[in-house]
């Protein structure tokens, strides 16, 4: 994927979004993995935090299926040729019109129940699994308000065998701070993402030489924010 081209670019904002390993048997899975990537593309591993398990396992795998470290493969460089000439679009927003945007939207998705969703799914997730879902913005932000309502985060079965020290630490805990921090630790990455994404555009527009035409969206968010939907509808048609 070309995205991987300049993987190393972003990975310190990676390391900010991928979930810590919680759980002992986690943490050990973690170094392991680690470790073998140490082995096989020590110029890769000593750029890539060991709790980056998602970015770990992308660099394994491709080395997996290539026989080549990621490192070598990503300094040859991408193959950007299209079978069709192509024209892309992105959208784009003044920076601050955007990050009010993006935390109007994570206010809308805890009122729409977040929170219900996010217990529901540590309640079910499979014992020591710290992929997938578990990941994304939007879940990992919450991992300390989850352990804290007595959900084990990673292993997402609830703790009922709980020490009696331990039941009173969670009763002592001010969740409602747990959850305003995760609300805002939720926007904070999510603003993260975009300011990412807007870089990866730019690159693909100097690596490959894509044609993006970018859509201004600022005077839609701002007639969103003003409650104008006439305006906002307006502004597509300027």
Known sequence: RVEDADADADAGDDDVVSAEPTSTAAVEDA??????????????????????TRRVRRYLEIFDATGTPASEVFAAGVDCEMRYRCLFFAM?????????????RVDGMVAAGLVHELERAAATT????ARGAGQSIGFHEWGAYLRARGFDWVGGTHRDGRSSAEKQE????????????????TKADTCRLARRQTR????????CGWRLRFL???ATHRALRANDAAAAAAAWAM
Request: hydrophobic content about 40%; glycine content about 4%.
């Open 92 to 104: 784009r927003a003044d920076d601050g019109e955007l990050e009010l945007a993006l935390r109007r």
């Open 31 to 52: 170094q392991a993995a680690h470790d073998r990537l140490r082995a096989v593309d020590p110029a890769s591993a000593a750029k890539i935090h060991p709790n980056n």
């Open 200 to 207: 990866r555009c730019a690159r693909l527009e100097r690596a």
């Open 126 to 129: 499979a014992a020591g699994d």
């Open 216 to 218: 201004g969206s600022t």
């Open 170 to 185: 969670s009763r002592c805990v001010d969740l409602d701070a747990l959850r305003r921090d995760a609300v805002e630790a």
